[in-house]
């Protein structure tokens, strides 16, 4: 009996230890805390928590009719599995994001070439934009103006500097004057544990606040705590001002029937986090910014290039495979500069991979097994 009390005791030490070295642990379920803060050298990062979005087994989504919103990517009669996955609950804001682009370089035809680590337009320095709301900080607004090649290129530095095993192979092959990278081929790696960006499912899935069973599922808007207000064309929607930042509600928190003004307090992007959260507690994926996800975009949500099926089902959806996809890739989430119904949960945009705009920003996900 001794033997077994010490060899019990030294197993749950084992795992003790590993979630102390920030290794996935073996049990968990969707909207546990996977990691409370990025800490790079010495420094922790706030704003930076991650969750599990799914249980330790995945999840199998089956798509169904809403009769009040468009259905996003998860249409009727389709089933689709995801493995599980780990995102973060706020978008990247500037201080991260800085921190890591800080001194990355890269090497094109032997010219070395110094990326942006600031490339932000609503910045202290900008007029336009540097008024904040009473308690925001401006380290904590988000990242934007960002290419989706410096976003995947950001996963790989962000892996790199908390060692984990990175999730693209990159080769760039043009940067702007600006620092931005604007050409490159990037592949992912199978299996890395590394920081990626989501792919269109795993977005959508966890801005629905990943329970198709549960009433908020339907709900237009990431976060929102009632259906009422739910019609996701319209252009104002005050059942987005509890959870998002969007183009009339950007200076004062409420929706209003004037635009905002430029310079004025909280005209541009907001702090992270500073409104609700939804049922996996992750802020801002309805507004702010839109969000960078991996897949290519070919118009339409079914598309199944890339992705295995297996008894019907589609296992973990990416879009279309590279040419056959088009030339852009996909944005979701609306910003503080857009209407209401760019911010649905079922809302869509694109973007080309190599382009940029201060409305424009993402958040990291990857791998719980």
């Not at 942006?116 to 007029?127: G, I, Y």
Request: glycine residues 12%; hydrophobic residues 35%; contains cysteine.
């Amino acid at each position: 009996m001794k033997k077994f009390i010490i060899g019990l005791f030294a197993a749950v030490m084992a795992v003790s230890m590993l979630a102390c070295k920030g290794e996935v642990k073996t049990v968990y379920k969707a909207g546990d805390v996977a990691l409370a803060k990025i800490k790079i050298g010495s420094v922790e990062y706030d704003n930076t928590a991650q969750v599990y979005v799914t249980g330790k087994d995945g999840v199998e989504i089956e798509g169904k009719t809403n009769a009040d919103n468009y259905e996003g990517v998860f249409v009727a009669g389709r089933k689709v599995k995801l493995s599980p996955y780990i995102m973060s609950k706020y978008e990247v804001t500037q201080e991260l994001y800085t921190a890591v682009m800080t001194d990355q370089k890269v090497s094109i035809n032997d010219v070395e070439k110094t990326l942006a680590a600031e490339p932000f337009e609503c910045k202290s320095t900008n007029d336009a934009y540097k008024v904040l709301l009473s308690g925001e900080e401006q380290k904590y607004r988000a990242a934007e103006n960002m290419t989706w090649y410096d976003a995947v290129y950001f996963c790989n530095a962000l892996s790199e500097k908390t060692k984990l095993t990175k999730a693209y192979n990159i080769t760039v092959t043009e940067v702007n004057s600006y620092g931005n990278i604007t050409g490159a081929t990037v592949t992912l790696v199978s299996g890395a544990n590394g920081y990626r960006l989501p792919t269109e499912a795993e977005w959508e899935f966890a801005a629905r606040g990943g329970d198709p069973t549960a009433p908020a599922w339907d709900y237009t808007f990431s976060g929102a705590t009632k259906a009422d207000r739910s019609s996701y064309s319209a252009s104002k929607n005050p059942g987005l001002d509890t959870v998002g930042w969007y183009w009339y509600n950007t200076s004062s928190g409420t929706t209003s029937n004037s635009d905002p003004i430029s310079g004025t307090a909280g005209y541009g992007t907001h702090h992270v986090g500073k409104k609700g959260y939804n049922n996996l507690g992750i802020y801002d994926m309805s507004g702010n910014v839109w969000e960078w996800c991996w897949d290519w975009y070919d118009g339409v949500t079914n598309n199944i290039d890339s992705a295995y099926i297996e008894n019907g089902i589609v296992i973990n959806p990416a879009g279309p495979l590279g040419a056959s996809g088009g030339s852009f890739r996909v944005c979701r989430g609306g910003c503080w500069c857009g209407e209401a119904s760019f911010c649905a949960v079922c809302g869509r945009s694109y973007g080309g991979p190599g382009s940029r705009d201060n409305g424009l920003g993402f958040r990291v996900c990857r791998n719980a097994n």
